[in-house]
């Protein structure tokens, strides 16, 4: 009954029982109660006449939910409807919002009691304004502004509407109103400024109240960023902020506004007043904070608002520098000013706070950049700079002119800044992805269990920063790092994290130095480590200095290849560390032995000056004790390292040896196994003896990954038993699951025996990948795999099958390319039909089969089409419908590799006798599909090959490789005078009706552009990204998919500027061509 009564708008709205409602969706009561209150509720927001009893409902209820739902109601009204309401209705409302606003805040008590409530109507009157604003409010301002002037909370409460007005208008209005109503705001602010500027400047010279000013300080902040200059520097807003600055209560506010002044750069206008506003602003700062205190102290000790002061501080100093430092730079007064605000800034960095450290860190960053290429450029003509450090070049040709001598003084201007800036990044210094080992938060050292993102990114900004400090500054680089080091060392300074950051520093900065004083530099660093590990006791200790020595040789392999007995002492020293069981370390040891080997891998198979034998083969004598410690999955990675060693040997007859003598525990374990199953099978059914297979087959994985070709005595070896193995697990496999127990195929048996299968063909996997191509292996390799790997593939059930037999056989189509054509038959017989059936019942089940699926696809359309050919008209319409099953997709990588696969089939059908025949089939299906899943926005990632395929459809048609018409003339009446006419009006038909909102007009031209900008791929995909706009597909969203292209190539633009400064790219990342000759 009260339902029916609220619902009935014909009369005034009984407010009492609105409230009851209202209290009932909020209240405590029963579920059922709260599900009819908001199901009224609801009904009344629906309802396009409820908004008319806003007035009665506000000025009658006292409840402030209610209130809140009206003004809902009246927002939703305001937002979709406004326009079309009558006039007077709109006036009404506007007058009526108006009166209570002023109501309200002409009272101090009402005014705070009834905040919340005046905070919400002040956001439905801006609602207001941005309709009718100023074309039909033009009396707006100056009625506000004179309002604010009968007292001082309407005041106050003034300046919070302008402050949501500047927000608005400034920050939140894209996507919410048209570029002309936007540009028409900005266009009254700017114009009608002037009257809220007097106000601004009159509340804070004549008011005492804080409320009052603190509001005007906060509104003046949300303005600064966009009213003319003229009103920031020629009149007495910056001195009379400049005064309010030093008062306690204002201090954070003023310096959000002069940070916001700070931040503008319009020329050299206005040099004069920003000298002035930093001079007065260091003093006042000096007052406020001695230049003496301990800010990260300070900071950690301090209220909220004095940590708000040090975070707006940064803020200010980093805005002001990075657009006004030139101008500081120029007299000797202002740089003592600067010297002071560097010296601030310095010390605010290092605050322990992520965040203000970030704002600190992107300045820095940038400032030593701008100084750094300043001299590169300078001595750059030919690489002068390239290794040497700027501080050795006071003759060259450039510092004759005045350019040099004024470059010169500004790094002796910034000279000891610089060297404090080099202390901050070597304490500070974020941790590398290499380093395994860290601190939790009970202080005790373990692994990490999850890489910090955020770290990382730190680091690759710290790292930067810090290879520009050291190219200004070799000497000083290397004398602060050393100076730290030996603190370290006598006790005076050691922490776990002050050695940390430390040895990640130096080990960031590898490759800027010269080799020759990088050597210097390293033989004391690492002896000095060395030492450190041999004298301090206690195992967390030596588990850091242990992680921190590794983390260091790794990144100098320059310095390791040049210094054998080096390289000796520290692959033994990785090997000592390799028996040290805390969390972490073996790992690291293990990983840092691969970057070693990888980089010097010649080294250790050659005759060293004073050794007896090469390293590789004493490693391999003493190899069993070695490896005693370490789990498997390190044992696989020491492996392949052993593995790397023994490609570089160039003997062929010492190669084998050394390869029989690595893999002897192995191929020992395996031959007993084999002769045990010979007696009995059910031995290969043990658990612990599945286990050790799995193993033995890893090691082999690992070692085929590294020596390539030169593996193949060793796989020779165990090959047919080990597809012995595979098909009889293979067939237990089966057995367990045809049983038909629930989950039989996720028991940890089954799942046991399936690691087995994917480890065997992820082995023979590798091993043909990594082998040159020579085709005796292929034809000693694959014909024994046709039936125990492809066979068994088709006779199991789905469940049983192996995705990784997908991607075997993808990769030997790969490598034995047209040898493999008479196969394809049978590749197709035993995998397409069945694996289909699998993936095409929906978008999720079995995620592996259906990318190595169309991987194999796509390896038979680029290296075998013809066998292609030769299929059915029903397997060609399986392939096609499967190719558009993975566009289709919303995984990014299988829609990918579907689209590429398309593109390879229409290229070559195009080429084919059969370009007619298969175009007629499929053209119209693969245009209307792209268009498709071009519109949708879950395909955005796809949109470079989207264009693409249209590019080559639309070339297709125009080209004359097709000579028979694309339509159906039993079913299209009308005779096209030729394909492209057919094509243009098949599309616009296609187009319009899927977008109804858009003009006939519009699709045409779109299509007509189709055609006119086909031969040039950019403006093609231009013409496509507009449409995609105006379609309203992909507005208001990002977009940054479709101009994915563009950000590759800027990033290949900065790899090719990094590489030209030394050190920048770290030397393990660089692939070296003298890997060690």
Request: with cysteine; hydrophobic share 40%.
């Amino acid at each position: 009954m009260a339902a029916e009564k609220l619902r009935d708008l014909s009369q005034p709205i009984d407010v009492p029982l609105l409230d009851a409602t209202v209290s009932a969706f909020y209240g405590t009561g029963s579920k059922d109660e709260r599900n009819a209150a908001d199901l009224i509720l609801r009904d009344l927001q629906s309802n396009p006449d409820t908004w008319l009893q806003v007035v009665h409902i506000l000025s009658s209820t006292q409840n402030l939910n209610t209130k809140f739902f009206a003004l809902q109601v009246l927002e939703g009204v305001i937002k979709y409807r406004w326009n079309a309401l009558p006039v007077d209705q709109r006036d009404g409302m506007k007058n009526y919002i108006s009166d209570v606003i002023v109501k309200l805040s002409s009272d101090e008590n009402s005014f705070r009691r009834e905040r919340l409530y005046v905070n919400k109507l002040n956001i439905i009157l801006v609602q207001i304004l941005k309709h009718e604003w100023p074309s039909r409010w033009r009396s707006f301002i100056p009625d506000l502004v004179a309002a604010a002037k009968t007292s001082e909370t309407i005041c106050e409460n003034c300046m919070a509407i302008l402050k949501l007005l500047s927000e608005e208008v400034f920050d939140f209005s894209r996507g919410e109103m048209t570029q002309l109503k936007i540009k028409e705001l900005k266009q009254s602010l700017n114009s009608e400024f002037q009257l809220i500027h007097e106000l601004c400047l009159y509340v804070l010279s004549a008011s005492q109240r804080t409320e009052l000013v603190r509001a005007t300080l906060a509104t003046l902040h949300a303005f600064l960023s966009w009213i003319p200059l003229g009103y920031i520097f020629e009149s007495p807003l910056l001195e009379t902020l400049l005064k309010f600055f030093p008062l306690p209560s204002y201090r954070n506010l003023t310096l959000q506004c002069l940070t916001e002044v700070a931040a503008l750069n319009f020329g050299d206008f206005y040099n004069l007043q920003y000298v002035k506003m930093y001079s007065i602003f260091i003093l006042q700062l000096k007052g406020i904070l001695p230049i003496s205190a301990n800010i990260p102290e300070a900071y950690a000790q301090g209220s909220s608002e004095e940590q708000a002061f040090i975070q707006n501080l940064a803020l200010f100093f980093t805005s002001f520098y990075k657009f006004h430092i030139r101008i500081l730079e120029t007299a000797p007064e202002n740089i003592t000013a600067l010297l002071v605000g560097l010296e601030y800034l310095i010390d605010i960095s290092y605050v322990d706070d992520t965040e203000v450290f970030k704002v600190c860190l992107d300045y820095w960053n940038s400032l030593v950049l701008e100084l750094f290429e300043a001299h590169h450029n300078l001595d750059n003509p030919a690489a002068t700079v390239n290794m040497m450090g700027l501080q050795q070049m006071p003759l060259l040709h450039g510092l004759a002119d005045g350019h040099g001598s004024q470059l010169m003084q500004r790094r002796q201007l910034y000279a000891n800044p610089m060297s404090r800036l080099r202390l901050l990044m070597i304490c500070r210094m974020a941790k590398p992805e290499e380093v395994l080992i860290v601190e939790d938060e009970n202080g005790n050292i373990v692994r990490e269990t999850m890489k910090d993102n955020d770290v990382l990114v730190q680091y690759k900004i710290m790292r930067e920063t810090l290879i520009y400090l050291s190219h200004l500054d070799h000497e000083d680089t290397e004398k602060q790092m050393l100076k730290k080091l030996s603190k370290q060392l006598n006790g005076e300074d050691w922490t776990w994290n002050n050695l940390n950051t430390l040895c990640w520093a130096i080990g960031s900065i590898s490759g800027s130095m010269m080799e020759e004083q990088e050597n210097r530099f390293l033989v004391m660093v690492i002896r000095d480590l060395l030492n450190l590990c041999e004298v301090t006791k206690g195992k967390d200790n030596k588990a850091v200095i242990a992680s921190n020595i590794m983390y260091v040789v790794g990144q100098y392999p320059r310095f390791l290849r040049a210094h054998w007995k080096f390289l000796k002492t520290v692959v033994n020293k990785l090997f000592e560390f390799m028996h040290e069981t805390h969390p972490g370390v073996q790992d690291m040891a293990c990983d840092t032995f691969l970057k070693i080997v990888q980089k010097c891998r010649r080294k250790f198979v050659i005759l060293q000056v004073g050794e007896s034998e090469p390293f590789v083969s004493e490693l391999l004598t003493s190899l069993p004790t070695t490896i005693v410690d370490l789990e498997p999955h390190q044992i696989h990675t020491f492996y392949e390292s052993v593995g790397t060693m023994i490609q570089a040997e160039s003997d062929p007859q010492k190669r084998d040896e050394y390869l029989q003598r690595l893999m002897e525990l192995p191929n020992q374990k395996w031959a007993e196994i084999i002769g045990q199953a010979r007696q009995s099978v059910d031995f290969l059914k043990d658990p612990e003896v599945v286990r050790v297979v799995l193993n033995i087959l890893q090691t082999n994985t690992s070692a085929a990954a590294s020596l390539g070709t030169y593996f193949l005595s060793q796989i020779s070896l165990i090959f047919l038993d080990m597809l012995s193995v595979y098909r009889m697990y293979s067939e237990l496999i089966s057995a367990s699951i045809a049983e038909g127990i629930p989950y039989a195929s996720r028991t940890s048996f089954v799942k046991l025996l399936r690691s087995v299968k994917r480890e065997t063909l992820k082995l023979i996997e590798t091993f043909l990948d990594k082998a040159e191509d020579q085709p005796q292996i292929g034809k000693q390799f694959v014909p024994p795999m046709m039936d125990p790997v492809l066979g068994d593939y088709a006779r199991n059930l789905p469940d049983a099958r192996e995705s990784e037999v997908l991607s075997l056989f993808a990769t030997i189509i790969n490598k034995y390319r047209g040898a493999m054509i008479e196969d394809i038959p049978r590749i197709f017989e035993a995998a397409f039909q069945c694996t289909l059936e699998m993936i095409t019942k929906n978008f999720e089940d079995y995620p592996e089969h259906r990318l190595k699926f169309f991987s194999l696809l796509r390896a038979i359309a680029t290296h075998c089409f013809q066998a292609l050919i030769l299929l059915s008209s029903e397997q060609l319409k399986l392939v096609m419908d499967s190719i558009i099953w993975a566009f289709r997709h919303t995984e990014r990588n299988i829609a990918e590799t579907g689209l590429n696969l398309l593109l390879e089939m229409l290229k070559n059908f195009q080429a084919s006798e059969f370009c007619n025949q298969f175009y007629r089939s499929y053209f119209l299906t693969i245009e209307q599909e792209i268009f498709a899943v071009l519109t949708d926005t879950f395909h955005k990632p796809g949109f470079k090959l989207h264009v693409s395929v249209l590019q080559h459809l639309f070339c297709l048609v125009e080209s004359g490789s097709l000579t028979e018409p694309l339509w159906d003339s039993s079913t299209v009446a009308y005779p096209y005078p030729n394909n492209a006419m057919f094509i243009r009006e098949y599309t616009i038909k296609l187009l319009g009706s899927s977008f109804p909102n858009m003009t006939a007009t519009e699709v045409a031209n779109f299509v007509n552009g189709l055609y006119e900008s086909r031969a040039d791929l950019s403006t093609f995909k231009n013409h496509i990204r507009d449409f995609l706009v105006q379609s309203k597909e992909f507005s208001a969203q990002d977009n940054k998919d479709l101009y994915a292209e563009e950000a590759a190539a800027q990033r290949e633009r900065e790899r090719q500027r990094m590489l030209s400064i030394p050190g920048l790219i770290a030397p393990n990342e660089i692939q070296d061509e003298m890997v060690d000759s």
